[in-house]
């Protein structure tokens, strides 16, 4: 389990230049790590199958926090300067970037925060909550941090003492003096303020006593109910002991009497969340278990289309940007989700005769313009030439291209070789890693885009996992000599649990079912999280990984990881249901915070960027998922995207990709389209071999 503290996150809504990205490639902020214990330990339950218990074979599981993988970091060294500045979070915890609450321990001063459905944010001697008010325009639809009730409690500072995956720990001082903790959690409206000390807080708006612990506020439209443990209201005034608490709650719209008073009364103080994971046969399931200090149900709002397993609902719901999330009362929020089994091959053995020649010839001459120089140094667009190049591989040997697939093998791997030397950092400044102490994470040098302020690492990881395992497939001995650093990699963006050297998932959110991009988030909306496909690429590299080297335990939890992002991306990102947002005029939502969606990109303007941000880089496990809401919404999103029939824009190699998923007829025009597409519009990460494979396999 780990809490957090917090560093220098700049109050700004959307500030362009914190993670723009050039081309497809983003700028990061940078993120801090710190150790706390919290009272609820967060369990990854072993499993059977797909996401089961660890091989027999396993010897060095990304997660262990022996002494193996501790030599193994430190012979990496450490990077020049970590880029974290002062963080406000406790001693021992590390430091939780990439969290929807990172924003609280980064940057100047903390960052408002979205427990979905709440926001809540620091004050000057407190904190206040409110229920984000959701609207809607053309392009995006917003639920931004509002301040409807709040406590004063003459704090001066704060500082992240807990964190486990879905719930973080506030603790307010004044000057050295702690005052008390405030708890929130995804997935609860509730507030638990608790005083370390006796004392008298007041409220920021008058409290209308039910009795003398309970009590309403009504602020900005919204009415709260107030439910007092070991204290008394007095006036607009609480009395707590030590130890008392405050629980704030939003009462939902049109509540009746019976209604609310059933909420209040499973307004219980919370104290964290645990997180299990587990398998069954064609699922992968979630469990978050939220504290409330008994076995009697507190008050919990799954998102819109996670289902209600194990609740009791009300009929009520919350204004989400989500849509309505009901509000329930349980002790747990179960997730299940399809299981994507992890891929990394083409099927091109039906191809016809004149398709295979095509492709033969293709692959020949994509291979023969590999060399040395094919391979950028940075962390992200040296990850997508890797990637790249080993699909072109993968298609060699499948094609039976023998001398082709040597010599790209021969290139990938030289290249491979460098980055998984655990000493390269020590010779040179690029295509190796580096340890970043003060944060607990790698970097690959030379960074790119804010990711030696851990901004993207899942999506740059990626890519080179990736082209690792299909590179190692069938060779042992690669499998031997890159395992060391390989593993390190893996363990950056989805160790399975903390341990000295890194976080448990470092990007991946549970509740929201993906993961968040920006490390140190300095936002007002919020973390955020542009690309969900090269997420759920991120996932299919380290699952593939896994199951190359033997490690069940990475094998499974990048399944798990792989087949929750995927189902966020059809749900949210992809086919998203908008019924409820009926301003917002498009197909995808590109950009998800935690406070509002857009349709927009960090890096361009024009009409194609949005839904192709969403497919780079089709790996072929991209079939299981990017289509699933079928024909009709696939020639929407690219009735929208390339509305003048014209394919030669950025992403309109992956564009046509998407275009063959409608119908077979549709494919035969995608490839068409992709034999003539200009050489200049192909992306780095693909290639037109790759490109023709995937619209033929289909066509």
């Given at each position: 389990m780990t809490v957090l503290r917090l560093p220098r996150s700049a109050r700004r809504d959307q500030a362009p230049d914190a993670r723009r990205r050039v081309g497809v490639r983003r700028a990061s902020r940078p993120v801090l790590a710190v150790t706390v214990v919290t009272t609820v330990a967060v369990l990854l339950t072993a499993c059977t199958g797909t996401g089961g218990a660890d091989h027999p074979r396993e010897t060095t599981a990304p997660s262990a926090s022996g002494a193996a993988q501790a030599r193994a970091v430190a012979r990496l060294g450490d990077v020049a300067s970590s880029k974290a500045g002062a963080m406000r979070l406790a001693d021992g915890l590390l430091p939780p970037t990439n969290r929807w609450f990172s924003g609280l321990v980064f940057g100047d001063a903390p960052q408002p925060v979205f427990p979905s459905p709440i926001s809540w944010q620091v004050t000057d001697d407190g904190f206040a909550a409110g229920l984000p008010v959701v609207s809607a325009t053309e392009k995006t639809i917003a639920g931004g941090a509002t301040q409807q009730v709040g406590l004063d409690l003459g704090a001066t500072s704060t500082e992240v003492s807990a964190y486990d995956a879905v719930s973080v720990t506030v603790e307010h001082r004044r000057g050295a003096t702690v005052l008390g903790h405030t708890v929130l959690a995804e997935g609860s409206p509730l507030v638990t303020y608790t005083a370390a000390r006796a004392g008298t807080v007041t409220t920021t708006a008058p409290i209308d006593a039910t009795g003398t612990r309970t009590g309403t506020v009504t602020s900005g439209g919204r009415t709260w109910q107030l439910v007092v443990r070991d204290g008394t209201i007095d006036g607009d005034a609480v009395a707590l002991s030590a130890g008392g608490s405050i629980v704030l709650l939003p009462v939902p719209d049109d509540a009746t009497a019976a209604q609310t008073d059933r909420l209040v009364g499973a307004a219980r103080p919370l104290t964290g969340v645990a997180l299990g994971r587990s398998a069954s046969p064609g699922q992968q399931h979630t469990t978050l278990t939220y504290d409330f200090g008994s076995d009697d149900p507190?008050?919990?709002?799954?998102?819109?289309?996670?289902?209600?397993?194990?609740?009791?609902?009300?009929?009520?719901?919350?204004?989400?940007?989500?849509?309505?999330?009901?509000?329930?009362?349980?002790?747990?929020?179960?997730?299940?989700?399809?299981?994507?089994?992890?891929?990394?091959?083409?099927?091109?053995?039906?191809?016809?005769?004149?398709?295979?020649?095509?492709?033969?010839?293709?692959?020949?001459?994509?291979?023969?313009?590999?060399?040395?120089?094919?391979?950028?140094?940075?962390?992200?667009?040296?990850?997508?030439?890797?990637?790249?190049?080993?699909?072109?591989?993968?298609?060699?040997?499948e094609l039976d291209l023998p001398s082709v697939a040597s010599t790209l093998k021969t290139s990938v791997v030289d290249e491979l070789d460098q980055w998984f030397d655990a000493a390269g950092c020590g010779?040179?400044?690029?295509?190796?890693?580096?340890?970043?102490?003060?944060?607990?994470?790698?970097?690959?040098?030379?960074?790119?885009?804010?990711?030696?302020?851990?901004?993207?690492?899942?999506?740059?990881y990626g890519y080179i996992l990736s082209a690792?395992?299909?590179?190692?497939?069938?060779?042992?001995?690669?499998?031997?000599?890159?395992?060391?650093?390989?593993?390190?990699?893996?363990?950056?963006?989805?160790?399975?649990?903390?341990?000295?050297s890194f976080p448990q998932l470092r990007v991946y959110d549970p509740y929201a079912q993906h993961s968040w991009a920006s490390g140190f988030s300095p936002f007002a909306d919020g973390n955020n999280q542009e690309s969900s496909s090269e997420a759920v690429s991120a996932w299919n590299g380290v699952a593939l990984w896994g199951a190359v080297s033997g490690s069940s335990s990475l094998e499974s939890v990048g399944t798990w990881l792989l087949s929750n992002e995927a189902a966020s991306a059809r749900r949210d990102v992809l086919d998203p249901d908008l019924s409820a947002f009926p301003e917002f005029r498009h197909e995808v939502v590109s950009l998800t915070w935690g406070g509002k969606r857009d349709h927009a990109t960090w890096f361009s303007a024009a009409a194609a960027a949005p839904a192709g941000i969403e497919l780079i880089p089709m790996p072929a496990v991209a079939r299981s998922y990017v289509a699933a809401g079928g024909a009709a919404q696939i020639r929407r999103v690219l009735a929208e995207a390339v509305p003048d029939?014209?394919?030669?824009?950025?992403?309109?190699?992956?564009?046509?990709?998407?275009?063959?998923?409608?119908?077979?007829?549709?494919?035969?025009?995608?490839?068409?389209?992709?034999?003539?597409?200009?050489?200049?519009?192909?992306?780095?990460?693909?290639?037109?071999?790759?490109?023709?494979?995937?619209?033929?396999a289909r066509a």
């Open positions: 507190g008050v919990l709002v799954p998102q819109p289309g996670q289902g209600t397993t194990g609740l009791d609902c009300t009929g009520l719901y919350y204004d989400t940007v989500q849509g309505a999330a009901p509000v329930c009362t349980g002790t747990a929020l179960r997730l299940a989700v399809d299981t994507v089994e992890p891929s990394d091959t083409l099927d091109v053995s039906g191809l016809s005769s004149a398709d295979r020649s095509t492709l033969v010839a293709q692959v020949r001459v994509d291979a023969s313009t590999v060399n040395a120089s094919s391979y950028a140094a940075d962390s992200y667009a040296g990850g997508k030439d890797l990637s790249r190049v080993a699909n072109l591989y993968r298609l060699a040997t010779a040179r400044t690029a295509r190796c890693f580096a340890y970043d102490p003060t944060v607990h994470g790698l970097v690959g040098q030379e960074a790119s885009f804010g990711s030696d302020e851990f901004n993207d690492h899942h999506f740059h690792a395992a299909v590179l190692a497939a069938d060779d042992p001995a690669l499998v031997s000599r890159w395992r060391t650093v390989a593993d390190l990699v893996a363990a950056d963006i989805a160790s399975p649990e903390a341990t000295a029939g014209r394919y030669d824009v950025q992403f309109g190699d992956y564009l046509l990709m998407y275009r063959a998923l409608a119908s077979r007829s549709e494919a035969r025009a995608a490839l068409g389209a992709a034999r003539d597409l200009p050489d200049a519009v192909v992306d780095s990460a693909n290639s037109r071999s790759y490109m023709l494979a995937w619209i033929m």
